[in-house]
């Protein structure tokens, strides 16, 4: 686990600072212009509005004073600015604390000046780059020594590890250049030509540093890496991809796959950066992007970890690592929208411009209230990238800062007051201060312990010996020699036509040799020299002193080394069991790693299978499905046929109906002229009887012949006169007997007078009777109401009865005879004529006399009754 302030939700009790706010105002552009800001001191800044703005209350003019932990005037130089508001948090960086600047103000207020400063005026990351190198210079650990990983770790690895990491990136095709042989940049040298000096007092020496940074950008709420490294294309150049934000296992936030580069000094720092802003422009232009909407996010990573005992090495732990961070922002310009006339896709992009930084004051409001009123409302970092990306620092992951940029002049008094609000407000909120990393429990002092060991050594050697060679060097000669051993190049042959490897080994090789000869030649030159300063008697002594000084200077050099051997032998014995302890503990881990795979593959297995049967099913289903809905379309189409032919048989029937009924309209029309032609008829006779009374009497019997002749039907709608329209059926013949059928029914009042008719032969039937009528020819109703006068009127409606085609009977009725009693005093009781005649013979003459003048037929079918419609009055005689 990387020693880091782990983060807790929610913040660590504990200190806590305010965020520290700074206004730094700009000078105006032009001496004419209008101001409209003023530093009243260092700490306060007055705002007024301009004459175009200018508002009077109870006739006075309205100034605002906004109030900060220091203002900056117009005057004031980068690096006093430096000195107050970026220092401290360098100094954080080192000893292993995180940190958070950023400037804020609208377009052209000075927040790229700020940061970045321009040539000859190094703003603050510059500054803060030179005095970080400044400060961990000398202890910087080699390259590749610190390996960060993906997942915002690092990791440390054994310096011959380092060497050999190098020694690999360095054959590779396009090397890095190294940082001795750098070509600084004309266009920024001027930038970090910092000539202060300045450095963090105590930092830790007993620890190694490396520093890496990394650019990213955040436009349009998506963030794009500045160093990433792609292959330019010329013909579609590609845009470029974004980034996703994440948390790691310390719910730190980090941008994934972000280009994180190791850097050793200032230059190759900023030259970095100043790469990563070049990059930025040309997007923005090719983009045709507004940069001015866009933030900037340099981030400077720290790592730092402990020597070993021996204060010779890294010590290999991972868990002693800190990583620090110091994330220096530039914000895009807060004017609002309708400040910057955008259009279109511009418009879209400022909106989620503003968006950010509205979720930045949305963020920095929540955290105000809920300190101040102690409520627990929920930050909403995640609304945009920006907060996101910084989200532990405001729960307490460090120091924030932020310097506030305004341009005094008139025309951005609005936008310079939305500005000093937000900066008011944002000093209201408190960050816990961050707490010290602990200490590594090794002897301080390692480090220079071990510088001066090497050193005595070299002394040691120095006065055994000499200087070799004349150098005056403080380290041992054999040393330097060995330091400048050239390394060895990579011998790895992938290419069978590789010409080069080869040779480039032999040349190294053979260069190590002569290095060597030189070497012994040195040495056994030093032994030479020393005992050329004795004087011997014999050249053999000479020979022999020689020697023996050889030896005892090689078992010198054998014992140190012996020594040094056993020390670094004790150490790797401690490592050893060290990491037989962690094998040991792996390989349990690895076991139980097993038998979860097991577990899992077992539980794998049970789910193919459950997946193998749900896929049965679900092939089951669908080809139930499948049938289902051809059997629904089959259904369908059935039902359509059926539908049509039942339209065409609505339709049919329709048209058979129609006719039908225009048939029975028709007949209908000529029974009704029938009936008129019959009103019409006795309406003539009626006239015929009152103009010429009683000398028709002697025709009766020539007109019931008339009658009983076949009368061809009437076609045309107007009837013949004189000529019955209904054809007359058969009837039965009269001289063969008549049979009647004497229909009373029992609501008739027996009135027992002379003028009852008397029916021989017939059947007296109370209702309608078929059976009776199949057996007469002739029917009678007998009908009986009240007259007007109060008397009781007795109506004999006659009729023939025939026989119908269907089997049937009907009766065509053919008088209606009126019987009525009268009292003495009264008109004379009339009643059918002659009165004499017996009523059969009456009836019958009264019959024959109205026949002629009633013919209406009504079919009777079998069971049904007369309806009073159908009874007439005979006319009176
Ligand atoms: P921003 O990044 O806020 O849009 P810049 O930093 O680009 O604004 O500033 C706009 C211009 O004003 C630049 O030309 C810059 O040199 C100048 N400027 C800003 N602040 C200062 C300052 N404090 N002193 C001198 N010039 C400044
Ligand atoms: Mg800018």
């Not at 190198?133 to 440390?156: E, M, T, Y």
């Not at 204060?311 to 110091?326: A, M």
Request: proline share 6%.
């Amino acid at each position: 686990m990387l020693r880091r302030p782990a983060l807790k939700k929610p913040s660590p009790p504990g200190p806590k600072d305010p965020v520290g706010v700074y206004c730094r105002v700009r000078p105006l552009g032009r001496p004419d212009q209008e101001c409209c800001i003023e530093v009243i001191n260092e700490s306060t800044v007055q705002i007024h509005p301009p004459d175009g703005y200018r508002i009077f209350r109870n006739g006075e003019y309205r100034e605002t004073q906004y109030s900060f932990k220091e203002v900056f005037g117009t005057l004031v130089a980068q690096k006093e600015l430096f000195d107050v508001v970026a220092k401290p948090l360098v100094e954080d960086l080192i000893r292993g604390k995180n940190g958070l600047l950023f400037t804020y103000g609208v377009t052209g207020s000075g927040k790229t000046h700020t940061m970045t400063g321009s040539p000859g005026d190094g703003g603050l990351l510059p500054r803060c780059l030179a005095m970080i190198f400044n400060s961990i210079g000398p202890f910087q650990a080699k390259r590749f020594v610190f390996k960060l990983d993906d997942k915002n770790g690092v990791d440390v690895q054994c310096e011959v590890d380092a060497l050999l990491e190098r020694q690999k990136r360095d054959a590779m095709p396009v090397p890095k250049t190294p940082s001795g042989k750098r070509q600084i940049d004309p266009e920024f040298a001027d930038m970090i030509n910092v000539q202060d000096h300045c450095k963090v007092e105590e930092v830790d020496e007993d620890n190694v540093y490396s520093v890496f940074v990394s650019y990213i950008e955040i436009y349009n709420n998506y963030i794009y890496d500045l160093l990433e490294e792609t292959p330019f294309d010329l013909i579609k150049p590609k845009p470029p991809q974004s980034k996703i934000l994440r948390e790691d296992q310390n719910h730190n936030m980090y941008v994934t796959g972000c280009t994180e580069v190791e850097v050793k000094s200032t230059e190759e720092a900023f030259e970095v950066f100043w790469k990563g802003q070049k990059k930025r422009r040309i997007a923005n232009t090719q983009l045709n992007r507004e940069s001015s909407r866009s933030h900037g996010v340099f981030i400077i990573k720290l790592a730092q970890a402990p020597l070993d005992a021996d204060g010779d090495n890294v010590l290999q732990e991972k868990e002693q690592i800190t990583l620090s961070q110091l994330s220096l922002v530039d914000l895009a310009g807060s004017e609002r929208t309708n400040r910057t006339k955008a259009e279109g896709n511009r418009l879209r992009e400022a909106g989620n411009i503003n968006q950010s930084l509205m979720t930045l004051r949305t963020c920095i409001e929540v955290l105000r209230e809920n300190q101040l009123y102690g409520t627990n409302k929920m930050v909403p970092y995640r609304d945009s990238k920006l907060t996101h990306l910084f989200k532990n620092y405001f729960d307490g992951e460090g120091k924030v800062r932020m310097i506030v940029c305004v341009n005094p002049k008139a025309e951005d008094y609005e936008e310079s007051l939305q500005v000093m609000r937000f900066a008011e407000m944002t000093q209201e909120v408190e960050v816990a201060r961050p707490v010290d990393r602990p200490l590594c429990g090794l002897t301080p002092g390692r480090r220079f312990r071990n510088q001066a060991f090497k050193e005595e050594l070299a002394q040691k050697l120095e006065i055994r010996g000499g200087p070799i060679g004349g150098e005056t060097e403080e380290q041992s000669a054999s040393e330097i020699l060995l330091q400048n051993f050239p390394p060895l190049p990579s011998c790895e042959l992938l290419d069978i036509n590789d010409d080069q490897t080869l040779p480039k080994l032999t040349e190294v090789l053979e260069e190590r040799h002569k290095l060597r000869q030189k070497l012994s030649e040195e040495f056994a030159k030093n032994g030479n020299e020393v005992a050329g300063s004795v004087k011997f008697k014999r050249e053999d002594e000479k020979v022999k002193y020689v020697d023996s000084l050889a030896v005892l200077t090689f078992k010198t050099i054998l014992r140190e080394l012996d020594s040094s051997v056993m020390s670094k032998e004790n150490h790797f014995q401690g490592k050893l069991s060290e990491k037989e302890k962690i094998i040991t503990g792996q390989k349990t881990e690895l076991e139980r790693l097993e038998k979860k795979i097991k577990t899992l593959e077992y539980k794998i297995e049970i789910l193919e299978k459950t997946a193998t049967i749900y896929e049965e099913d679900k092939r089951h289903l669908q080809q139930e499905l499948e049938s289902k809905s051809q059997k629904l379309q089959r259904q369908a189409s059935d039902k359509r046929r059926l539908e049509a032919r039942l339209q065409g048989m609505v339709a049919e029937t329709t048209m058979k109906w129609e006719k039908e009924c225009e048939r029975r309209v028709a007949a209908k029309q000529l029974e009704m002229q029938n009936k008129l032609w019959v009103k019409d008829e006795k309406l003539k006779q009626l006239k015929a009887i009152v103009t010429e009374p009683k000398s028709e009497k002697p025709e009766r019997p020539s007109r019931e012949r008339d009658r009983e002749k076949p009368i061809p039907r009437s076609v045309s709608p107007t009837p013949v006169p004189n000529a019955p329209p209904v054809r007359l059926r058969h009837r039965r013949s009269r001289s063969a007997g008549e049979r009647w059928v004497d229909h009373k029914p029992p609501s008739n009042l027996p009135t027992d007078t002379v003028m009852q008719p008397h029916v021989p032969h017939a059947i007296t039937v109370a209702a309608a009777s078929e059976k009776a009528l199949a057996k007469c020819d002739k029917y009678m109703l007998t009908h009986q109401e009240l007259a007007s006068d109060g008397e009781i009127e007795t109506k004999l409606i006659k009729g023939d009865v025939f026989k119908t085609r269907g089997g049937g009977q009907a009766v065509q009725f053919t008088e209606i005879e009126t019987l009525k009693q009268e009292s003495p005093t009264g008109r004379k009781r009339r009643s059918s004529p002659s009165n004499a005649d017996p009523p059969e013979d009456a009836a019958d003459s009264e019959w024959t006399d109205v026949e002629t003048r009633c013919s209406v037929a009504v079919e009777m079918r079998a069971g049904s009754a007369l309806g009073p419609g159908y009874q007439h009055h005979a006319m009176p005689k």
